[in-house]
């Protein structure tokens, strides 16, 4: 009710001040939101299947790349044991075979059923040769894509032994020095399909070229499609910070990822590399050498955005305890042991060339509960396949080596 002319100025005044101030509040506010909003959407795109959303939901669509002698046949128990417990379907090979059509590039009709059931698989990780177009045309869009790779010069050794009798290059040498003190003289082109596990064997698992010419362009440019096909790749010399990340990128609880080491060889048959064979394999396996140091080093890298080293140290100590607890739970030996003592031969894994392949004895005083837990915690790669397969196709004959074992029930839940 003030008529005061002056008053009403300085009020008006500070009021139009009150309405400015509160307008470029807004705009300033607004812009900053956006700008921030804008960076999180450009970190979310580019990491988005590394960095669990909040909440977390575990991913339940994943494919792994099944690569040759690098601990793949741990992940791949580790990623039936997922799926059968989480009543997931897996894409399986096709009648009898127990690879998705390997050394072949990987086509959808190798998949069993796959005309049937379409683009509604969950799990794939048995071995092929990977082909992206094709393994899209089976698994869903939002597909996790990871696989695992491994030092060259232990995983040539390795490849020597366990594929001694069947790789023309390695049948025609004396030992593994030998065949490296001179690789052109046992590796011919002519059986280069027979010799794939004896030079850049990871290379050629990625769908490459394993003996292409080291061509700096040519490596960083499949380098590249690599990281734009894959989501993550792991490093078997680290194989429980690998499980721990990939726990953490898949939501997944510690169990699921707990393992018992398989598919792994007694020492007596580890050939010692001469420090000259060592040198001589990062030049004869140049692509998978150059492969293996790009991405440890992006291993690391990812570990540090998304875990942190301290935190990485906590989490796999929980995991080797958690292993330790299960193994006292499910082995009467506590460890690994020689193929001439395992006991129940269903659970013997498939031996070959000069390797003499591990296995493991259960307890006998398990309850029906623990015993189909620890069954599956130790059973071997062929088996798996063939019991999953009964499961999923109960119509279907059955694969080779689907040994029947107790405690094991014959349908889904």
């Known amino acids: 009710s003030d008529k005061n002319p002056l008053k009403l100025y300085f009020l008006s005044r500070h ?23 804008k960076s999180f959407l450009i970190l979310k795109s580019h990491e988005e299947l590394l960095i669990p959303s909040v909440p977390c939901r575990a991913k339940t669509n994943v494919m792994f790349l099944k690569t040759h002698k690098t601990a793949s046949s741990t992940v791949l128990n580790i990623m039936f044991r997922f799926a059968e417990r989480h009543n997931l379907t897996v894409a399986l090979p096709a009648d009898h075979h127990v ?25 794939m990780c048995n071995h092929l ?125 510690l169990d699921d990822v707990i393992y018992f080491k398989l598919n792994s060889r007694s020492q007596d048959t580890v050939q010692t590399l001469t420090p000259e064979s060592k040198e001589r394999i990062k030049a004869w396996c140049s692509l998978d050498w150059q492969l293996y140091l790009h991405f440890n080093q992006s291993f690391w890298r990812t570990i ?25 739970t499910c082995l009467s030996d506590q460890k690994a042991v020689e193929k001439d003592r395992i006991q129940n031969k269903a659970l013997l894994p498939f031996q070959s060339g000069a390797a003499s392949i591990l ?40 694969k080779p080596f689907g040994l029947s074992l107790p405690g094991f029930q014959e349908k889904k839940t």
């Open 129 to 253: 040769r990977f082909n992206p177009s094709e393994v899209q045309r089976v698994m869903a869009a939002n597909t996790f894509y990871f696989s695992i790779l491994r030092n060259p010069i232990s995983l040539l050794e390795s490849s020597y032994i366990y594929y001694k009798n069947i790789v023309p290059a390695f049948k025609l040498s004396k030992d593994v020095n030998e065949y490296l003190a001179s690789p052109m003289k046992f590796y011919h082109l002519a059986d280069s399909r027979k010799n794939i596990y004896a030079r850049n064997v990871m290379w050629f698992d990625f769908g490459y070229d394993n003996n292409a010419q080291d061509n700096k362009k040519y490596v960083q440019a499949v380098l590249k499609e690599i990281e734009q096909n894959f989501h993550l790749i792991l490093i078997a010399e680290y194989f429980d910070e690998s499980m721990v990340l990939l726990k953490h990128v898949l939501c997944w609880e």
């Open 99 to 123: 690879h998705l059509g390997y050394p072949k590039t990987f086509l959808a009709r190798f998949v069993e059923a796959f005309q049937a059931i379409g683009q509604n698989y969950n799990i």
């Open 15 to 37: 009021v139009k001040c009150l309405i400015i101030n509160l307008f470029l509040g807004l705009v300033f506010l607004s812009g900053f939101y956006h700008a921030k909003n």
């Open 304 to 328: 540090e955005e998304t875990i942190g080293l301290k935190e990485l140290e906590k989490e796999v100590n929980r995991l080797r305890t958690r292993q330790k607890e299960l193994m006292e």
């Open 359 to 398: 296995g493991y004895n259960l307890r006998q005083d398990l309850d029906n509960r623990t015993l189909r837990t620890c069954q599956r915690m130790v059973m071997p790669e062929l088996q798996y396949t063939s019991y999953l397969y009964a499961l999923q196709h109960p119509h279907k004959k059955r």
